[in-house]
């Protein structure tokens, strides 16, 4: 199966992210902004300063947007890549 990819926010052409243009800006800003909050050296610094409660809450936003979009069999392949 294929590994964890973050090429977008490497390759992305627009000039800034932003939110609140057209749709199509902020499809892609979202994309390049949440690869960019999971990039692994900002990970290993920030969890550390995290609270239980903050992971909680991160955890619980994520997983309640992949079961409101995604199909469970989705779910296996797309996001953890069974």
Request: proline share 0%.
């Amino acid at each position: 199966m294929s590994r964890h990819t973050h090429n977008f926010v490497n390759n992305y052409d627009g000039e800034k992210i932003i939110f609140g243009l057209d749709r199509e800006t902020d499809e892609k800003s979202l994309i390049a902004y949440l690869q960019k909050f999971t990039d692994d050296e900002l990970m290993r610094v920030l969890v550390k300063r995290l609270s239980d409660e903050d992971i909680g809450k991160i955890v619980d936003y994520v997983l309640g947007i992949l079961k409101k979009h995604l199909k469970e069999e989705e779910y296996h392949q797309i996001f953890l890549k069974d």
